[in-house]
């Protein structure tokens, strides 16, 4: 029976009654598209499809919540009269949008209906759309007034997505088009489309209230429930465009965002869900099927859908007619349609797969497919009836949103056009006509290899420039060129004027005279000073070849001077110092060479090429506008858009070709973000662009629109205000802007707040620019070779190349076909410790240069182990191999970039005196390293001979990493930087790095981090001084007589890899979520200590440690290199490679090179040749042309790693790096050496990176004096599991956390630990008071906890805490000094119950003991320290219980359970070290690890079986890995073989057992730079106590100390990864599976706990723990629960945080019956924890 609904209409005093009711009809087989808009492709016409994926939205609602219908101004009959819509600024001021502003302005003619009244009060955003008198072209705008028929209409803006929101969309605004942008400000999005149109979800004359078959839109609360975190870009959803006030924004659903597409899940029966009104069901059937959008911000707690409000009725009235019941609701009130509205607002979910992506998908799948993919729920929207007229344009145009920011209006100056009056325009069109075949030097100069006329080729590649504000805020404006072209005028002098652009006239040349130059010039042509341009001037000289071109140019009357600021010539630097360019550029300024450079002040390119020609984009005798095939060039608001950064100097604020920027560019006139938008960037529409489907509007424009895709514009000057500029041609003939005026009657230009046709059209045009990235001198130089083949960017040409010149007046004197010599680039940027080549050569030749000649002669029977170190292991010694793979670097080293050697000191004389080298804290400072800190530190004794200098030259800081072998001839120790500035001073250090015995200087992971391979000359050498991998400061340097003729004249080849620095910022990769542990390729062990910043980075294989090779395809004979030394350096590089090492600071390649007592490489490399090893910028010889022709054509060896280095070492001369066999024969052996390497050469070092530790001196930093006692021998053995446990030793029941062991199923993420020797190691004590028979004692609570009170003393007045068992003479002191924890566990009288609360305190016998809380998961104390406490977690407190909670205040787990018990990983009597088979607990630095998310809660900020994490973790916690938090699990993987880590420690091997069978849970803060244990603390003694007398070694240490335990911890922390599918759910099939399956899934490990072996009591309580109704942990079906902590939903509401859990059930362990856990229910309230 189909239920129907009766409602009470009230026409005036009569009430009739009514039955309707809502029915599925069929679909409609055509629609009005005046109805039912957009095409079927539109996404408010899309029907939802089977394969959506669905996820809550969290929306909460209630009765006061108000429901509202926000008006949409829908005016859609065209033939209403035209009327013009007036711009008022009132807007949502407190002016009256009533009124017109003065100046009069019409925004649109549109067809308005006379009748429609739309008042100013009260106040609404009346966004309107109209259909145009075309019946097809929709406009829409806000906010429209029209306050009496007569007043005129008004609207503040008229919106056209692509300017008001900055963004490029090329959708055409039609109502037979997708539809998707438009009015609404806060997504971007349609104000037509989506709306609640009159007659829907409403009866009709049947009564029947038929389906609405389209997407909804509504707004709600922004501020509540949009995503926060977000940035301008990020803060809205596809497919949105923008958002607005997102800062507001404290939502925690990530998908929940403007532009989101909300629907009720198909698991509702929308029958079913409790709906009480027919038009409510109607609601839910179209929220089922189609969705809704959100598209703006309510504004308050209220829930607005947007409805029709026309001439003809407001949709809210007649919803009220038909159903005598309100659209809308206050909130407190309710009625059954608003009832319906909230609780299904509260249902809906957010379709997560509805993308751009997934909708071209759909869109391509003719109605095959839904909104979010699969068969559609409904069928696609039907055809449209016949319109009334064809539409013009195609209605199938997608959409294509770059989404910017909202645009920043800011006051211009003004423009005035030209006083002439136009002519009748003609009628004109832009015709794209063949190319000319030959053209005339005097319209279109230049090569055809000028940047100014090549074209634009298909391999360009783009990225959106984001010129935003393109608004009728923006003006349009020129500036003009002076293009004097007749050489025959009089020759003039030109006169210096300082004036320029500031307050004094140009008309007046400075005193005394100053020429400039002498040039042809009309004498009656006048140049004003005002209104102030730039002016560049270009003349033609006598020679009718040469262009001097300067700037700004004045001539004010025939008694006045001709006067300029400047010259630009560049054939010599300009010789003023107004934006001084430091590239010498070589170009001749010949009109028919290349003419890149010229009068441009802000770019230093040319003030003639470019620019926009009498005659260009006009139209001829017959109509027809012409393609202009050259470039163009415009003027920015530098202050918008020119890219500034932090660092930015003189020679990074432009791009090739420019040369040069604005003089005042730093630090205030810049301000853009996107980095590829400086002077000299070419600008251009992208290919993808259909020029005639932009919804352009003049026949110049579509020109223009062409030029700038087929040639684009480059940027050449600052506009200075908020104007978009392009050159234009002033002659003394004609002004280019009349000439534009003449011929169509509208102006060229455009003030703000000023349109027409043509400016429109540019503001349309600037606003779809984007940048030409590929387009560089190396790119310009292939092009420029390719004899017309390739275009900008390379690829074919979109256009043919210019044609030849017509005729020529004179032969040039130089060739037309040479490109400028001058390549500019960005020099480096100084950073201290790193090589600055200067541009000559410092060394001095010792004798001429003899011929030489590589020859790749047979590899030497023998090495010498000083020449060429370590053994043939070693990975600077091994070949490549044939099973390498590579792949591109993006490496681009040009004449711009530096070609640097970094000298390495290295000291292989043992003989020398043993000198001592002291600490020198100076480094890269402004102090001097030559002289050690005072007191003196000691830092190393080593060989070095007295009269060896190393300067410190503060102007030229090299990094001077030194390596000394010791008195024994085979030990190496490493060092940097190092000094010795004279005889009479001491050397200096600031860091040693010693693999096998770390220093106390924290400056390399290589060092810190558990390195252990030995500092030999025989071994593998891989490790050292070089701070930003840790690789050796000795192997792979480049050594005296490489690379160098011997005496025949003969260069041999070098038989090892090299080591080379880059620049980091530019080329080592930056990844999202990088770590210090992730920065780096093996076989680097860390990278710079400020990567994060540092690095930027995009190729995933470039990084400290990388590997770059020249692929095997080259042949180096044939690969165009000069020299011989760069055949030689070819064959290395193909053969070894080079390893990055380094850092070059700047734009520069840096070997690493020999510095010795026997000489400096440099020096014997430029005696040898005659030329430098090194370059700067745009300096070149032919050696270091080779080298950045090989540098730019390496590659990295992508499958070099530790696994393959193991198989490689293992093939005993057979395979190479990579893989396959080796290129050249493996290191020959050493000949005699005097001394016997005593250290094994095929161990692989085992290194474990970290970065440099910071310390904070407000925590404990542990100290140990250890027993004195001598170590027993001793051995790990895995011995057989125990068949029982005692339940003191070994607590709780075998389902509990700590005594599961880990299962084969269980999946691990990165743990990101860095423990190194600059971590400490610590055992947190833990009381355990364990034994039931000791006096009932009072403890009192006691406030002192972690202030500078004592918790020696109870607060007065007394207040009992706790009556438990406790030993009168067990004390536990409160030091200060040295504040503990100490979380105490009590068992209570019944041998059963266990208590626990900290800190625990009892001074002496005399007093109390006393605890600040008390954690009872069975009893809640008053104390709100603990969230399990204060949680309503009603696990039962039992020894034999699951024992998951308890007093650890940061996680809220057990303060016994994983703790590590007296006698664990401690040899018994036979000196066996028997497995520890339970979990252990760990405390780790939080501020440093703890994961830190966008918009973490006290409800996110822990992580199963944690129930809560640190008070203040919102300002604490800032890890960046999401796995990591408090409750963790971390484990050893089970890849790893504990017998073959480098542990060297038989309690370091049990540990590792224990970490790799059952991990170790994350339980609390550490509070500084270390890891700690949870030891034992109780009667029978302290576990630290003990483990020293046990091995004589301490169980902690302090920072840079360390002994052999302590190693492996660290080395061991280093390793451990997150088991991250254990949670509750996955605890509920482990549990359930009766020892069959271990955390995290899989067969365990190791065997479930053993049963207990006897109990205390016959029989234990037997009463049951009650679960409590709350948000809680999983509730039980049976006695035997298990305590969950998984949150299924958590939904924000404005009171208070909840939380609803999942319910699950487990079988029954073998605890005793009585003592299971009961269920859990943490509410997870932030708690007061102590600092």
Same mark, same amino acid.
């Given at each position: 029976?189909?239920?129907?609904?009766?409602? =009470?209409?009230?026409?005036?005093?009569?009430? &009739?009654? *009514?039955?309707?009711?809502?029915?599925?009809?069929?679909?409609?087989?055509?629609?009005?598209?005046? /109805?039912?808009?957009?095409?079927?492709?539109?996404?408010?016409?899309?029907?939802?499809?089977?394969?959506?994926?669905?996820?809550?939205?969290?929306?909460?609602?209630?009765?006061?919540?108000?429901?509202?219908?926000?008006?949409?101004?829908?005016?859609?009959?065209?033939?209403?009269?035209?009327?013009?819509?007036?711009?008022?600024?009132?807007?949502?001021?407190?002016?009256?949008?009533?009124?017109?502003?003065?100046?009069?302005?019409?925004?649109?003619?549109?067809?308005?209906?006379?009748?429609?009244?739309?008042?100013?009060?009260?106040?609404?955003?009346?966004?309107?759309?109209?259909?145009?008198?075309?019946?097809?072209?929709?406009?829409?705008?806000?906010?429209?007034?029209?306050?009496?028929?007569?007043?005129?209409?008004?609207?503040?803006?008229?919106?056209? #997505?692509?300017?008001?929101?900055?963004?490029?969309?090329?959708?055409?605004?039609?109502?037979?088009?997708?539809?998707?942008?438009?009015?609404?400000?806060?997504?971007?999005?349609?104000?037509?489309?989506?709306?609640?149109?009159?007659?829907?979800?409403?009866?009709?004359?049947?009564?029947?209230?038929?389906?609405?078959?389209?997407?909804?839109?509504?707004?709600?609360?922004?501020?509540?429930?949009?995503?926060?975190?977000? !940035?301008?870009?990020?803060?809205?959803?596809?497919?949105?465009?923008?958002?607005?006030?997102?800062?507001?924004?404290?939502?925690?659903?990530?998908?929940?965002?403007?532009?989101?597409?909300?629907? &009720?899940?198909?698991?509702?029966?929308?029958?079913?869900?409790?709906?009480?009104?027919?038009?409510?069901?109607?609601?839910?059937?179209?929220?089922?099927?189609?969705?809704?959008?959100?598209?703006?911000?309510?504004?308050?707690?209220?829930?607005?859908?947007?409805?029709?409000?026309?001439?003809?009725?407001?949709?809210?009235?007649?919803?009220?007619? $038909?159903?005598?019941?309100?659209?809308?609701?206050?909130?407190?009130?309710?009625?059954?349609?608003?009832?319906?509205?909230?609780?299904?607002?509260?249902?809906?979910?957010?379709?997560?797969?509805?993308?751009?992506?997934?909708?071209?998908?759909?869109?391509?799948?003719?109605?095959?497919?839904?909104?979010?993919?699969?068969?559609?729920?409904?069928?696609?929207?039907?055809?449209?009836?016949?319109?009334?007229?064809?539409?013009?344009?195609?209605?199938?145009?997608?959409?294509?949103?770059?989404?910017?920011?909202?645009?920043?209006?800011?006051?211009?100056?003004?423009?005035?056009?030209?006083?002439?009056?136009?002519?009748?325009?003609?009628?004109?069109?832009?015709?794209?006509?063949?190319?000319?075949?030959?053209?005339?030097?005097?319209?279109?100069?230049?090569?055809?290899?000028?940047?100014?006329?090549?074209?634009?080729?298909?391999?360009?590649?783009?990225?959106?420039?984001?010129?935003?504000?393109?608004?009728?805020? !923006?003006?349009?404006?020129?500036?003009?060129?002076?293009?004097?072209?007749?050489?025959?005028?009089?020759?003039?002098?030109?006169?210096?004027?300082?004036?320029?652009?500031?307050?004094?006239?140009?008309?007046?040349?400075?005193?005394?005279?100053?020429?400039?130059?002498?040039?042809?010039?009309?004498?009656?042509?006048?140049?004003?000073?005002?209104?102030?341009?730039?002016?560049?001037?270009?003349?033609?000289?006598?020679?009718?070849?040469?262009?001097?071109?300067?700037?700004?140019?004045?001539?004010?009357?025939?008694?006045?001077?001709?006067?300029?600021?400047?010259?630009?010539?560049?054939?010599?630097?300009?010789?003023?110092?107004?934006?001084?360019?430091?590239?010498?550029?070589?170009?001749?300024?010949?009109?028919?060479?290349?003419?890149?450079?010229? +009068?441009?002040g802000g770019s230093g390119l040319s003030g003639f090429g470019g620019a926009i020609r009498i005659g260009e984009f006009l139209p001829d005798a017959?109509?027809?506008?012409?393609?202009?095939?050259?470039?163009?060039?415009?003027?920015?608001?530098?202050?918008?858009?020119?890219?500034?950064?932090?660092?930015?100097?003189?020679?990074?604020?432009?791009?090739?070709?420019?040369?040069?920027?604005?003089?005042?560019?730093?630090?205030?006139?810049?301000?853009?973000?996107?980095?590829?938008?400086?002077?000299?960037?070419?600008?251009?529409?992208?290919?993808?662009?259909?020029?005639?489907?932009?919804?352009?509007?003049?026949?110049?424009?579509?020109?223009?629109?062409?030029?700038?895709?087929?040639?684009?514009?480059? @940027?050449?000057?600052?506009?200075?205000?908020?104007?978009?500029?392009?050159?234009?041609?002033?002659?003394?003939?004609?002004?280019?802007?009349?000439?534009?005026?003449?011929?169509?009657?509208?102006?060229?230009?455009?003030?703000?707040?000023?349109?027409?046709?043509?400016?429109?059209?540019?503001?349309?045009?600037?606003?779809?620019?984007?940048?030409?990235?590929?387009?560089?001198?190396?790119?310009?130089? =292939?092009?420029?070779?390719? %004899?017309?083949?390739?275009?900008?960017?390379?690829?074919?040409?979109? *256009?043919?190349?210019?044609?030849?010149?017509?005729?020529?007046?004179?032969?040039?004197?130089?060739?037309?076909?040479?490109?400028?010599?001058?390549?500019?680039?960005?020099? #480096?940027?100084?950073?201290?410790?790193?090589?600055?080549?200067?541009?000559?050569?410092?060394?001095?030749?010792?004798?001429?240069?003899?011929?030489?000649?590589?020859?790749?002669?047979?590899?030497?029977?023998?090495?010498?182990?000083?020449?060429?170190?370590?053994?043939?292991?070693?990975?600077?010694?091994?070949?490549?191999?044939?099973?390498?793979?590579?792949?591109?670097?993006?490496?681009?080293?040009? @004449? %711009?970039?530096?070609?640097?050697?970094?000298?390495?000191?290295?000291?292989?004389?043992?003989?020398?005196?043993?000198?001592?080298?002291?600490?020198?804290?100076?480094?890269?400072?402004?102090?001097?390293?030559?002289?050690?800190?005072?007191?003196?530190?000691?830092?190393?004794?080593?060989?070095?001979?007295?009269?060896?200098?190393?300067?410190?030259?503060?102007?030229?800081?090299?990094?001077?990493?030194?390596?000394?072998?010791?008195?024994?001839?085979?030990?190496?120790?490493?060092?940097?930087?190092?000094?010795?500035?004279?005889?009479?001073?001491?050397?200096?250090?600031?860091?040693?790095?010693?693999?096998?015995?770390?220093?106390?200087?924290?400056?390399?992971?290589?060092?810190?981090?558990?390195?252990?391979?030995?500092?030999?000359?025989?071994?593998?050498?891989?490790?050292?001084?070089?701070?930003?991998?840790?690789?050796?400061?000795?192997?792979?340097?480049?050594?005296?007589?490489?690379?160098?003729?011997?005496?025949?004249?003969?260069?041999?080849?070098?038989?090892?890899?090299?080591?080379?620095?880059?620049?980091?910022? /530019?080329?080592?990769?930056?990844?999202?979520?990088?770590?210090?542990?992730?920065?780096?390729?093996?076989?680097?062990?860390?990278?710079?200590?400020?990567?994060?910043?540092?690095?930027?980075? !995009?190729?995933?294989?470039?990084?400290?440690?990388?590997?770059?090779?020249?692929?095997?395809?080259?042949?180096?004979?044939?690969?165009?290199?000069?020299?011989?030394?760069?055949?030689?350096?070819?064959?290395?590089?193909?053969?070894?490679?080079?390893?990055?090492?380094?850092?070059?600071?700047?734009?520069?390649?840096?070997?690493?090179?020999?510095?010795?007592?026997?000489?400096?490489?440099?020096?014997?490399?430029?005696?040898?040749?005659?030329?430098?090893?090194?370059?700067?910028?745009? %300096?070149?010889?032919?050696?270091?042309?080779? @080298?950045?022709?090989?540098?730019?054509?390496?590659?990295?060896?992508?499958?070099?790693?530790? !696994?393959?280095?193991? +198989?490689?070492?293992?093939?005993?001369?057979?395979?190479?790096?990579?893989?396959?066999?080796?290129?050249?024969?493996?290191?020959?052996?050493?000949?005699?050496?005097?001394?016997?390497?005593?250290?094994?050469?095929?161990?692989?070092?085992?290194?474990?990176?970290?970065?440099?530790?910071?310390?904070?001196?407000?925590?404990?930093?542990?100290?140990?004096?250890?027993?004195?006692?001598?170590?027993?021998?001793?051995?790990?053995?895995?011995?057989?599991?125990?068949?029982?446990?005692?339940?003191?030793?070994?607590?709780?029941?075998?389902?509990?956390?700590?005594?599961?062991?880990?299962g084969n199923g269980a999946l691990f993420a990165e743990g990101g630990l860095t423990i190194t020797a600059n971590s400490g190691v610590d055992g947190?004590?833990?009381?355990?008071?364990?034994?039931?028979?000791?006096?009932?004692?009072?403890?009192?609570?006691?406030?002192?906890?972690?202030?500078?009170?004592?918790?020696?003393?109870?607060?007065?007045?007394?207040?009992?805490?706790?009556?438990?068992?406790?030993?009168?003479?067990?004390?536990?002191?409160?030091?200060?000094?040295?504040?503990?924890?100490?979380?105490?566990?009590?068992?209570?009288?019944?041998?059963?119950?266990?208590?626990?609360?900290?800190?625990?305190?009892?001074?002496?016998?005399?007093?109390? #003991?006393?605890?600040?809380?008390?954690?009872?998961?069975?009893?809640?104390?008053?104390? $709100?320290?603990?969230?399990?406490?204060?949680?309503? =977690?009603?696990?039962?407190?039992?020894?034999?219980? #699951?024992?998951?909670?308890?007093?650890?205040?940061?996680?809220?787990?057990?303060?016994?359970?994983?703790?590590?018990?007296?006698?664990?990983?401690?040899?018994?009597?036979?000196?066996?070290?028997?497995?520890?088979?339970?979990?252990?607990?760990?405390?780790?630095?939080?501020?440093?690890?703890?994961?830190?998310?966008?918009?973490?809660?006290?409800?996110?900020?822990?992580?199963?079986?944690? =129930?809560?994490?640190?008070?203040?973790?919102?300002?604490?916690?800032?890890?960046?890995?999401?796995?990591?938090?408090?409750?963790?699990?971390?484990?050893?993987?089970?890849?790893?073989?504990?017998?073959?880590?480098?542990?060297?420690?038989?309690?370091?091997?049990?540990?590792?057992?224990?970490?790799?069978?059952?991990?170790?849970?994350?339980?609390?803060?550490?509070?500084?730079?270390?890891?700690?244990?949870?030891?034992?603390?109780?009667?029978?003694?302290?576990?630290?106590?003990?483990?020293?007398?046990?091995?004589?070694?301490?169980?902690?240490?302090?920072?840079?100390?360390?002994?052999?335990?302590?190693?492996?911890?660290?080395?061991?922390?280093?390793?451990?990864?997150?088991?991250?599918?254990?949670?509750?759910?996955?605890?509920?099939?482990?549990? +359930?599976?009766?020892?069959?399956?271990?955390?995290?899934?899989?067969?365990?490990?190791?065997?479930?706990? $053993?049963?207990?072996?006897?109990?205390? @009591?016959?029989?234990?309580?037997?009463? *049951?723990?009650?679960?409590?109704?709350?948000?809680?942990?999983?509730?039980?079906?049976?006695?035997?629960?298990?305590?969950?902590?998984?949150?299924?939903?958590?939904?924000?509401?404005?009171?208070?945080?909840?939380?609803?859990?999942?319910?699950?059930?487990?079988?029954?362990?073998?605890?005793?019956?009585?003592?299971?856990?009961?269920?859990?229910?943490?509410?997870?309230?932030?708690?007061?924890?102590?600092?």
């Amino acid at each position: 029976m189909i239920s129907t609904y009766l409602a =009470v209409i009230f026409l005036g005093l009569r009430p &009739l009654v *009514q039955c309707y009711q809502f029915v599925v009809t069929t679909p409609p087989t055509s629609r009005d598209v005046y /109805k039912n808009p957009y095409s079927n492709v539109s996404i408010w016409n899309l029907p939802i499809g089977n394969g959506a994926n669905y996820v809550a939205a969290g929306i909460t609602s209630s009765i006061s919540t108000g429901i509202d219908g926000e008006a949409m101004v829908l005016l859609l009959d065209p033939t209403q009269p035209p009327t013009n819509i007036y711009y008022s600024s009132a807007g949502w001021s407190a002016a009256s949008r009533c009124d017109v502003d003065v100046i009069n302005r019409v925004l649109i003619n549109a067809p308005f209906p006379p009748g429609l009244i739309l008042p100013d009060t009260p106040r609404k955003n009346y966004q309107t759309a109209f259909v145009m008198a075309d019946r097809v072209t929709i406009r829409q705008g806000l906010p429209l007034a029209h306050c009496s028929t007569t007043q005129s209409p008004t609207l503040f803006n008229l919106i056209d #997505p692509a300017y008001t929101y900055a963004v490029t969309i090329t959708e055409t605004p039609s109502i037979l088009g997708p539809g998707t942008y438009g009015v609404h400000g806060n997504t971007g999005l349609s104000g037509l489309g989506g709306t609640i149109r009159l007659g829907e979800f409403i009866p009709d004359a049947q009564g029947i209230i038929q389906p609405v078959r389209h997407a909804l839109k509504a707004n709600i609360r922004a501020s509540q429930y949009f995503f926060k975190g977000m !940035t301008a870009s990020t803060c809205f959803k596809w497919p949105a465009i923008i958002c607005g006030g997102y800062s507001s924004y404290t939502g925690t659903n990530q998908y929940l965002s403007a532009g989101s597409l909300l629907a &009720l899940s198909s698991a509702y029966d929308i029958t079913n869900i409790g709906l009480v009104s027919e038009p409510g069901k109607a609601l839910a059937w179209t929220l089922q099927n189609y969705g809704v959008y959100l598209v703006d911000d309510s504004g308050w707690d209220a829930f607005a859908l947007i409805t029709e409000l026309n001439s003809a009725a407001d949709y809210k009235n007649t919803f009220r007619t $038909a159903y005598g019941f309100d659209f809308f609701a206050a909130p407190g009130n309710e009625n059954v349609w608003a009832k319906d509205v909230r609780k299904l607002f509260s249902l809906l979910s957010i379709i997560t797969n509805w993308n751009a992506a997934t909708y071209n998908t759909v869109k391509a799948s003719k109605g095959t497919l839904g909104v979010g993919g699969g068969a559609p729920r409904q069928p696609w929207a039907p055809p449209i009836t016949p319109l009334l007229i064809p539409p013009t344009s195609a209605s199938t145009v997608k959409p294509s949103p770059v989404p910017a920011k909202m645009p920043t209006f800011s006051p211009g100056q003004t423009m005035s056009p030209s006083s002439k009056q136009p002519q009748v325009p003609s009628s004109t069109s832009f015709v794209v006509t063949p190319p000319p075949a030959t053209r005339d030097v005097y319209k279109q100069p230049f090569s055809n290899i000028s940047i100014w006329n090549l074209p634009i080729g298909a391999s360009a590649t783009y990225t959106p420039a984001g010129i935003t504000a393109l608004t009728d805020t !923006t003006s349009v404006a020129v500036d003009p060129e002076i293009i004097l072209l007749d050489y025959t005028q009089p020759m003039t002098n030109i006169y210096y004027s300082s004036a320029g652009w500031g307050a004094n006239s140009r008309c007046v040349a400075d005193s005394p005279l100053k020429l400039i130059l002498q040039a042809p010039y009309p004498p009656g042509f006048f140049i004003p000073d005002q209104p102030r341009q730039n002016y560049p001037a270009s003349f033609l000289m006598p020679d009718q070849v040469t262009i001097r071109q300067v700037q700004p140019i004045a001539h004010c009357s025939t008694s006045q001077p001709i006067t300029v600021i400047e010259a630009t010539d560049p054939a010599w630097i300009h010789h003023t110092n107004v934006g001084r360019t430091s590239v010498k550029v070589t170009e001749s300024p010949n009109i028919f060479g290349p003419g890149f450079y010229g +009068a441009h002040g802000g770019s230093g390119l040319s003030g003639f090429g470019g620019a926009i020609r009498i005659g260009e984009f006009l139209p001829d005798a017959q109509g027809f506008i012409k393609p202009v095939r050259h470039a163009l060039k415009t003027n920015l608001e530098a202050g918008k858009y020119f890219y500034k950064s932090s660092d930015m100097t003189i020679y990074d604020c432009y791009k090739w070709p420019a040369i040069k920027c604005d003089g005042d560019y730093f630090p205030t006139a810049y301000g853009g973000t996107n980095p590829a938008l400086r002077p000299g960037a070419l600008l251009a529409i992208p290919p993808n662009y259909d020029i005639f489907q932009m919804g352009l509007t003049s026949e110049p424009g579509k020109a223009i629109a062409w030029t700038m895709q087929n040639y684009g514009v480059y @940027v050449v000057d600052d506009a200075g205000w908020d104007a978009i500029y392009l050159e234009t041609e002033l002659n003394p003939t004609v002004d280019y802007l009349d000439a534009f005026y003449a011929a169509y009657g509208f102006t060229f230009i455009g003030r703000e707040k000023t349109e027409n046709l043509f400016t429109r059209d540019m503001r349309r045009l600037f606003s779809h620019l984007s940048v030409v990235t590929n387009w560089d001198a190396a790119n310009y130089a =292939v092009v420029a070779a390719s %004899n017309g083949a390739l275009g900008v960017g390379g690829g074919a040409a979109r *256009q043919p190349w210019a044609p030849p010149f017509a005729s020529l007046i004179k032969k040039p004197t130089s060739k037309s076909t040479s490109s400028p010599s001058a390549v500019p680039a960005k020099p #480096p940027s100084f950073s201290p410790g790193y090589i600055m080549p200067t541009a000559a050569p410092i060394y001095m030749p010792t004798k001429a240069p003899t011929t030489s000649q590589f020859v790749v002669s047979p590899a030497p029977a023998t090495r010498n182990v000083y020449k060429s170190p370590f053994s043939n292991i070693s990975i600077w010694n091994l070949p490549i191999g044939a099973g390498a793979t590579y792949a591109a670097t993006g490496i681009t080293i040009t @004449v %711009n970039s530096g070609v640097g050697a970094e000298p390495e000191v290295l000291l292989l004389d043992a003989n020398q005196p043993v000198t001592n080298i002291y600490y020198s804290s100076a480094a890269w400072t402004a102090a001097s390293r030559c002289d050690p800190d005072s007191p003196l530190q000691l830092y190393l004794q080593a060989p070095f001979p007295p009269g060896f200098i190393v300067a410190d030259s503060l102007s030229d800081r090299h990094n001077y990493p030194a390596t000394f072998i010791m008195s024994d001839k085979v030990t190496l120790r490493q060092g940097l930087p190092l000094a010795h500035c004279s005889t009479d001073k001491s050397p200096t250090l600031l860091a040693v790095s010693d693999p096998a015995n770390p220093s106390h200087a924290a400056l390399f992971a290589a060092t810190a981090g558990g390195v252990t391979e030995s500092p030999s000359i025989y071994g593998p050498g891989f490790y050292g001084a070089h701070a930003t991998s840790g690789l050796s400061a000795i192997g792979g340097t480049i050594r005296l007589g490489e690379f160098i003729p011997d005496s025949q004249g003969i260069i041999r080849p070098v038989r090892h890899a090299l080591k080379a620095n880059i620049q980091a910022t /530019k080329y080592f990769y930056k990844a999202a979520g990088m770590t210090a542990l992730t920065c780096f390729k093996w076989p680097a062990v860390k990278c710079s200590y400020g990567y994060a910043n540092q690095y930027a980075g !995009t190729n995933q294989y470039v990084s400290p440690g990388s590997l770059l090779a020249l692929n095997p395809s080259f042949d180096i004979n044939n690969m165009g290199l000069n020299t011989e030394p760069g055949r030689a350096l070819a064959w290395t590089l193909q053969n070894y490679g080079v390893y990055l090492v380094d850092d070059s600071g700047w734009d520069a390649v840096v070997f690493e090179t020999e510095l010795s007592p026997s000489g400096d490489y440099r020096d014997a490399f430029f005696a040898a040749y005659g030329f430098a090893f090194f370059a700067a910028p745009g %300096n070149e010889n032919v050696w270091v042309k080779d @080298v950045r022709s090989l540098f730019s054509q390496l590659q990295v060896v992508t499958n070099w790693d530790a !696994t393959k280095y193991n +198989a490689v070492t293992a093939s005993q001369g057979t395979l190479g790096v990579g893989g396959g066999a080796a290129r050249q024969p493996w290191a020959s052996p050493f000949t005699g050496t005097s001394l016997v390497p005593t250290i094994k050469t095929t161990s692989l070092p085992s290194a474990v990176p970290v970065k440099a530790p910071t310390f904070n001196p407000a925590f404990i930093m542990p100290s140990a004096t250890p027993s004195t006692q001598s170590p027993t021998s001793t051995r790990f053995v895995v011995t057989a599991a125990p068949a029982s446990r005692d339940i003191f030793q070994s607590p709780f029941s075998n389902i509990s956390i700590w005594n599961l062991p880990i299962g084969n199923g269980a999946l691990f993420a990165e743990g990101g630990l860095t423990i190194t020797a600059n971590s400490g190691v610590d055992g947190e004590p833990e009381v355990l008071l364990l034994d039931p028979t000791q006096p009932v004692t009072n403890i009192y609570y006691s406030s002192g906890a972690w202030t500078s009170n004592s918790r020696c003393n109870p607060d007065v007045p007394l207040q009992l805490y706790l009556q438990a068992p406790f030993p009168t003479n067990f004390l536990v002191a409160d030091i200060v000094s040295n504040r503990r924890n100490y979380p105490a566990t009590f068992i209570m009288s019944d041998k059963v119950t266990l208590r626990q609360g900290m800190p625990l305190a009892h001074c002496s016998a005399g007093q109390s #003991p006393t605890l600040l809380a008390v954690a009872d998961p069975a009893n809640p104390s008053r104390s $709100a320290l603990f969230a399990a406490t204060a949680g309503g =977690v009603t696990e039962s407190p039992s020894i034999y219980g #699951p024992g998951f909670y308890g007093a650890h205040a940061s996680s809220g787990l057990s303060a016994i359970g994983g703790t590590i018990r007296i006698g664990e990983f401690m040899p018994d009597s036979q000196g066996i070290i028997r497995p520890v088979r339970h979990a252990l607990k760990a405390n780790i630095q939080a501020a440093k690890y703890f994961y830190k998310a966008v918009g973490m809660t006290a409800l996110t900020c822990f992580k199963w079986p944690a =129930v809560k994490c640190s008070y203040g973790y919102a300002n604490q916690y800032a890890g960046t890995n999401q796995f990591l938090s408090p409750g963790s699990l971390l484990a050893l993987l089970p890849s790893y073989d504990i017998n073959n880590m480098g542990l060297v420690s038989e309690p370091g091997k049990a540990l590792a057992w224990t970490l790799q069978n059952y991990g170790v849970y994350l339980v609390d803060d550490s509070g500084w730079n270390a890891v700690a244990f949870e030891t034992e603390l109780s009667p029978k003694g302290d576990y630290r106590d003990a483990f020293s007398a046990a091995y004589g070694f301490a169980f902690f240490a302090a920072p840079g100390n360390e002994n052999v335990w302590v190693k492996d911890v660290r080395k061991l922390f280093s390793l451990l990864s997150v088991v991250k599918n254990w949670d509750a759910a996955m605890y509920n099939t482990v549990t +359930a599976s009766q020892g069959t399956l271990g955390v995290g899934g899989g067969a365990p490990r190791q065997p479930w706990a $053993a049963p207990i072996t006897q109990l205390l @009591v016959s029989k234990p309580p037997t009463a *049951q723990p009650v679960a409590a109704k709350s948000t809680a942990p999983t509730p039980s079906k049976s006695p035997s629960v298990s305590p969950t902590a998984v949150p299924a939903t958590t939904k924000p509401s404005s009171t208070k945080p909840t939380t609803t859990w999942k319910p699950s059930s487990i079988k029954p362990s073998a605890t005793p019956a009585s003592m299971k856990p009961s269920s859990l229910k943490p509410t997870r309230k932030p708690t007061v924890t102590p600092a």
